[in-house]
């Protein structure tokens, strides 16, 4: 079962209320949009976008109940400019982002983001785009891969990374995400619980579905979308895109610091749902 990250923090700090206009631009399965669009009633409308096509259709169906409350969008929401005004969204109260690829992402291994099973090696969130990891990993330069994991991974042995996948390749091309986790066991050796492989997955993930270029593009947007008093809440999953957050949030002069500091799962949360404990949240109301 979905469990939606810091749900009663998000709830809490973005303030829903009737009438008020919401954009879910990660609405993934519709766990926080549901929980949302009920504070909103009546009169209050949510616009959820999603690049992943099988994530819309299970949001489709968990909000089915909200009728022409919810308007959901295939996208991507660093268009959220475009596809805000095209359905009405253009004085909104609060947005929320939730950047955690989905848990039905991680466990389905034909989508392979994932080295606990053996898949194919995607990654893609938009399964219609060229670009997968399959391509990065076989056909992208070794000085390129290095690049990647260093900067998209902060992988400390990125440089060797990148030869032994250079050199594995050299025999065959690497299909499978169980290839790639044993190609790089020799220079990436487990450290405790974590799988020496984990940084090298990040950086493919990140890079196949830019996501740090499209958090860049859309911030600027999300916050010109705001009224004065709207908020927006960011969740992000790790250190690259909780920086980039941080510095828009305190670069703007029109936005006011909800919190001081970032807000994190209980313990309580992290034990019903481990998958939680990395998750950190900003909030940031426009003034």
């Known amino acids: 079962m979905h469990q939606p990250v810091l749900l009663t923090e998000v709830v809490e700090h973005l303030k829903p209320e009737p009438n008020h206009l919401l954009i879910d631009g990660t609405v993934g399965l519709g766990g926080h949009a549901q929980v949302l669009l009920a ?45 805000a005004y095209a359905h009405g969204f253009t004085h909104v109260n609060a947005i929320l982002l939730d950047l955690g690829f989905s848990s039905v992402h991680v466990d389905d291994p034909s989508r392979g983001f994932s080295f606990a099973h053996e898949g194919p090696l995607d990654m893609r969130y938009d399964q219609s785009q060229a670009l997968t990891a399959g391509v990065i990993v076989n056909e992208w330069s070794q000085d390129e891969l290095a690049r990647i994991f260093r900067q998209l991974g902060e992988e400390p042995k990125a440089a060797r990374a990148a030869e032994a996948i250079v050199t594995c390749r050299r025999d065959a091309r690497i299909e499978t995400t169980l290839q790639l986790a044993q190609c790089l066991e020799l220079v ?99 003034i």
Do not use: C, W
């Open 188 to 286: 990436l050796p487990r450290m405790g619980k974590t799988h020496g492989a984990t940084r090298v997955f990040q950086a493919l993930r990140i890079a196949v579905n830019d996501e740090l270029g499209e958090l860049e593009r859309a911030l600027p947007d999300l916050v010109d979308l705001l009224v004065p008093g709207g908020r927006i809440a960011i969740i992000s999953f790790h250190s690259l895109e909780d920086r980039l957050v941080k510095q828009f949030l305190k670069s703007r002069s029109d936005l006011h610091l909800v919190n001081k500091h970032v807000i994190t799962p209980s313990q309580e949360e992290v034990r019903k749902n481990p998958r939680a404990r990395s998750a950190k949240l900003r909030v940031a109301e426009k």
């Open 39 to 83: 504070r909103v009633l009546p009169g209050g409308r949510l616009l959820g976008i999603d690049r992943d096509a099988n994530n819309l259709a299970s949001a489709r169906e968990r909000l089915s109940g909200f009728g022409n409350s919810t308007v959901l969008v295939r996208g991507s929401y660093s268009e959220v400019k475009t596809l």
